[in-house]
Nanobody, 123 residues
């Protein structure tokens, strides 16, 4: 089993930056693919970014050039650096893990999820 705990959310103004962290504990020896999703009120969960164990990354178009996903395998932590935040980035952000190391934009491909951290961007 794997446990994921997100942190780093908060209330910021448009144009500000935040860095989210996702601490992975438990069975960390597998080459997990990690991802960030977000869910705004009344909307479906949306793929944001993903990273393989080797460091290859994917992003949704709306965050390309503003967000950066990274991982520190020694610390079992995944990060999401969010710059130039916009009000439309407001959502609960979730960390997810795929134990087969497969990157996907589909939530049902990920077997492990954190509890989420709220990001609110005011205009």
């Amino acid at each position: 089993q794997v446990q994921l705990v997100e942190s780093g959310g908060g209330l910021v103004q448009a144009g500000d930056s935040l860095r989210l962290s996702c601490a992975v504990s438990g069975r960390t020896s597998s080459p997990y693919a990690m991802a960030w999703f977000r869910q705004a009120p009344g909307k479906e969960r949306e793929f944001v970014a993903a990273i393989t164990s080797g460091g290859s990354t994917n992003y949704v178009d709306s965050v390309k050039g503003r967000f950066t996903i990274s991982r520190d395998n020694a610390k079992n932590t995944v990060y999401l650096q969010m710059n130039s935040l916009k009000p439309e980035d407001t959502a609960v952000y979730y960390c997810a893990a795929n134990s087969l190391g497969i990157v996907s934009s589909l939530p049902d491909r990920y077997g492990y999820w954190g509890q989420g951290t709220q990001v609110t961007v005011s205009s």
